[in-house]
C-alpha cells in the first residue's frame, strides 16, 4: 500500500486511533510487536490554533512509531487547514482527518462522524487540509449517519477529488458506536469505487479475522482498535498468519504482566507516576481479561497508587494462574 509516498506492508496490520488510549507509548509498545502504520489521539483544531498545551502534547512523536500520522478534528475548512500546519512542527508522515469519530461531545459540535451529514463540507474540509500541507493527508470515516443513509462511497470519492491519498472506513454506521455487525459489503464497495488505497477498520482482533477482512473487502491495509487493548502483540500474530498462515497463541500469562509493567512504565516515563498510574488502571483492566481471579484483581487495579503496586499485583497474578 502506497500514502502519497509511503509504502506500508499490506499484509501487515496498523493501530488505529483511539483518544485516551493511543498515546506514545502505546504506539511504540505496538509498533515492536508488528505494527506497521501508527496513529495519534485525535486532536482538536480549535485547540491547535489557540495553541493549547494539552492539544500538543498528544501530536509528541518518536522516532520509534514510524510511520506516523496526527489526526486533527473539527467541522472549520480553514481552522482544520491552519491546524494541519501547526502538526507540522511534529513532523507527522501524515496528516488525518478525523470524519468518523461518533461520541456525542465531538458529532454534537459538527465534528466526527457529523461530517457525514454535510458531504459538501467534508470535502471542503479536506481539500483545505490537503492544499495547507506538503504531506498525504488521508481520512476516516464510518459507514454513514445510520442505516438509512449509508454514504460512504460518496464521502470517499469527493474525499478523492479533494486530494487525499487514502480513506480508511469503519465498517459501522454513527447510530451503531461499536455494536456489532461489521458491514464488510459497503467497505468493498468503497473499494471498487476509489483509485486511492482503503483502508478497513472494525471488529479485527486476531489474524483470522484480519485475513477475513482483507478477503471480503479487497482492502489495501488493516487497522486494528479495541482488538489491541491490552492485546499489543495482536499485531504479532496478524502478521504471521497473513504472512505464513501460522496462528500464533496468546502469550501465558506471565508474560502478560510483564508487558503491562513494561507499558506502564512506559506511561510513567513519559507523563509522569501520578498521570502514569491513573491511566494505568484501564490498560490493567484490559491486561487481565480472562484471567483466573480477574474480578477480584479489578477492585485492587482501580485503587492503584505507585509503579510497586502494580508490579506487586502483576506478580501476584503470574503466580495465581501459573
Given at each position: 500500500?502506497?500514502?502519497?509516498?509511503?509504502?506500508?506492508?499490506?499484509?501487515?496490520?496498523?493501530?488505529?486511533?483511539?483518544?485516551?488510549?493511543?498515546?506514545?507509548?502505546?504506539?511504540?509498545?505496538?509498533?515492536?510487536?508488528?505494527?506497521?502504520?501508527?496513529?495519534?489521539?485525535?486532536?482538536?483544531?480549535?485547540?491547535?490554533?489557540?495553541?493549547?498545551?494539552?492539544?500538543?502534547?498528544?501530536?509528541?512523536?518518536?522516532?520509534?512509531?514510524?510511520?506516523?500520522?496526527?489526526?486533527?478534528?473539527?467541522?472549520?475548512?480553514?481552522?482544520?487547514?491552519?491546524?494541519?500546519?501547526?502538526?507540522?512542527?511534529?513532523?507527522?508522515?501524515?496528516?488525518?482527518?478525523?470524519?468518523?469519530?461518533?461520541?456525542?461531545?465531538?458529532?454534537?459540535?459538527?465534528?466526527?462522524?457529523?461530517?457525514?451529514?454535510?458531504?459538501?463540507?467534508?470535502?471542503?474540509?479536506?481539500?483545505?487540509?490537503?492544499?495547507?500541507?506538503?504531506?498525504?493527508?488521508?481520512?476516516?470515516?464510518?459507514?454513514?449517519?445510520?442505516s438509512e443513509h449509508i454514504n460512504a462511497l460518496e464521502i470517499a470519492q469527493r474525499a478523492q477529488n479533494a486530494g487525499a491519498k487514502a480513506i480508511t472506513v469503519h465498517g459501522r454506521t454513527r447510530q451503531q458506536m461499536y455494536a456489532p455487525p461489521v458491514d464488510t459489503k459497503t467497505i468493498a464497495l468503497v473499494k471498487r469505487g476509489v483509485s486511492i488505497p482503503v483502508i478497513a477498520n472494525g471488529d479485527v482482533t486476531d489474524g483470522l479475522s484480519a485475513a477475513?477482512?482483507?478477503?471480503?473487502?479487497?482492502?489495501?491495509?488493516?487497522?486494528?482498535?479495541?482488538?489491541?487493548?491490552?492485546?499489543?502483540?495482536?499485531?504479532?500474530?496478524?502478521?504471521?498468519?497473513?504472512?505464513?498462515?501460522?496462528?500464533?497463541?496468546?502469550?501465558?500469562?506471565?508474560?502478560?504482566?510483564?508487558?503491562?509493567?513494561?507499558?506502564?512504565?512506559?506511561?510513567?516515563?513519559?507523563?509522569?507516576?501520578?498521570?502514569?498510574?491513573?491511566?494505568?488502571?484501564?490498560?490493567?483492566?484490559?491486561?487481565?481479561?480472562?484471567?483466573?481471579?480477574?474480578?477480584?484483581?479489578?477492585?485492587?487495579?482501580?485503587?492503584?497508587?505507585?509503579?510497586?503496586?502494580?508490579?506487586?499485583?502483576?506478580?501476584?497474578?503470574?503466580?495465581?494462574?501459573?
Amino acid at each position: 500500500m502506497r500514502i502519497g509516498n509511503l509504502e506500508i506492508d499490506g499484509r501487515t496490520a496498523g493501530l488505529a486511533p483511539m483518544a485516551g488510549v493511543a498515546d506514545m507509548a502505546f504506539r511504540e509498545l505496538c509498533c515492536e510487536y508488528g505494527a506497521t502504520y501508527v496513529v495519534s489521539e485525535m486532536v482538536s483544531s480549535k485547540g491547535l490554533t489557540m495553541c493549547d498545551r494539552k492539544s500538543k502534547k498528544l501530536l509528541v512523536l518518536s522516532e520509534r512509531e514510524r510511520p506516523a500520522a496526527a489526526q486533527i478534528f473539527g467541522s472549520d475548512p480553514d481552522i482544520m487547514a491552519q491546524s494541519a500546519r501547526e502538526c507540522l512542527s511534529f513532523s507527522p508522515d501524515v496528516i488525518d482527518i478525523n470524519m468518523g469519530c461518533p461520541a456525542p461531545k465531538i458529532a454534537g459540535n459538527g465534528g466526527g462522524s457529523a461530517l457525514l451529514k454535510n458531504p459538501v463540507l467534508a470535502e471542503k474540509i479536506i481539500k483545505a487540509v490537503v492544499e495547507a500541507v506538503d504531506i498525504p493527508v488521508t481520512v476516516k470515516i464510518r459507514l454513514g449517519w445510520d442505516s438509512e443513509h449509508i454514504n460512504a462511497l460518496e464521502i470517499a470519492q469527493r474525499a478523492q477529488n479533494a486530494g487525499a491519498k487514502a480513506i480508511t472506513v469503519h465498517g459501522r454506521t454513527r447510530q451503531q458506536m461499536y455494536a456489532p455487525p461489521v458491514d464488510t459489503k459497503t467497505i468493498a464497495l468503497v473499494k471498487r469505487g476509489v483509485s486511492i488505497p482503503v483502508i478497513a477498520n472494525g471488529d479485527v482482533t486476531d489474524g483470522l479475522s484480519a485475513a477475513r477482512m482483507l478477503e471480503e473487502t479487497n482492502c489495501d491495509y488493516i487497522l486494528v482498535g479495541r482488538g489491541a487493548l491490552g492485546r499489543p502483540w495482536v499485531f504479532s500474530q496478524i502478521s504471521a498468519f497473513l504472512k505464513h498462515e501460522a496462528i500464533l497463541p496468546e502469550p501465558p500469562v506471565s508474560e502478560r504482566m510483564r508487558v503491562m509493567v513494561n507499558h506502564i512504565r512506559r506511561i510513567c516515563q513519559y507523563k509522569g507516576e501520578k498521570v502514569g498510574i491513573r491511566e494505568a488502571r484501564k490498560h490493567a483492566v484490559w491486561y487481565i481479561r480472562g484471567v483466573r481471579g480477574a474480578a477480584s484483581y479489578r477492585q485492587r487495579v482501580g485503587a492503584l497508587s505507585s509503579i510497586e503496586e502494580l508490579e506487586e499485583l502483576a506478580f501476584k497474578i503470574s503466580a495465581e494462574n501459573s
